[in-house]
T-cell receptor
């Protein structure tokens, strides 16, 4: 069966520090991968999606970047965090004929 | 105007009550997701539907494509149903499917 792993679960980082969040998927190949952010009091927002290794599409201009070095690995990064980067970050993948999306457990990031 | 609107924003019910959460949208879609987000943040996909009605246990989801409206119903609600319920629009085609999310409905079911 397919599984999605996301870590860490919680992260507290100072302003200006770098960020690396990792997401891996097991049990499937060539999934579409997504990074979402949920800011406090707001809905989920798509940040990046990837349809293959090295293929990244950005949905909103921001301080973050994403990379897909391997088929089932998706990384969200920042060189210098801003206060406004605080939020709940979710990785997801979809596959199968129904295109249902499956979500990771999320990372709660607090930038202080 | 947001492409997807959910109502109500907050809903409090007594155990056993019938719950309805509504989702209206203004764009063409391939399908619509209903998601459940637990207090810890984890998200589970409940339904994905593009027409008619789907049922899973005490949960029922309906969609009217012509009216651009979907509803999520919970029968015989229970405190463990307390969560945020999110409607999400699935758009695109080929390998380019993307979700646009509503802001969610916070459901609290009291014993």
């Amino acid at each position: 069966s397919q599984t999605i792993h996301q870590w860490p679960a919680t992260l507290v980082q100072p302003v200006g520090s770098p960020l690396s969040l990792e997401c891996t998927v097991e049990g499937t190949s060539n999934p579409n991968l997504y990074w979402y952010r949920q800011a406090a009091g707001r809905g989920l927002q798509l940040l990046f999606y990837s349809v293959g290794i090295g293929q990244i599409s950005s949905e909103v201009p921001q301080n973050l970047s994403a990379s897909r070095p391997q088929d089932r690995q998706f990384i969200l990064s920042s060189k210098k965090l801003l206060l406004s980067d605080s939020g709940f970050y979710l990785c997801a993948w979809n596959g199968g004929y129904q295109n249902i999306q499956y979500f990771g457990a999320g990372t709660r990031l607090s930038v202080l | 105007k947001n492409e997807v609107e959910q109502s109500p924003q907050n809903l409090t019910a007594q155990e056993g009550e019938f719950i309805t959460i509504n989702c209206s949208y203004s764009v063409g879609i391939s399908a619509l997701h209903w998601l459940q987000q637990h207090p810890g943040g984890g998200i589970v996909s409940l339904f994905m539907l593009s027409s008619g009605k789907k049922k899973h246990g005490r949960l029922i989801a309906t969609i009217n494509i012509q009216e651009k409206h979907s509803s999520l119903h919970i029968t015989a609600s229970h405190p463990r149903d307390s969560a945020v319920y999110i409607c999400a629009l699935l758009r695109g085609g080929g390998s380019n499917y993307k979700l646009t999310f509503g802001k969610g409905t916070l459901l609290t079911v009291n014993p």
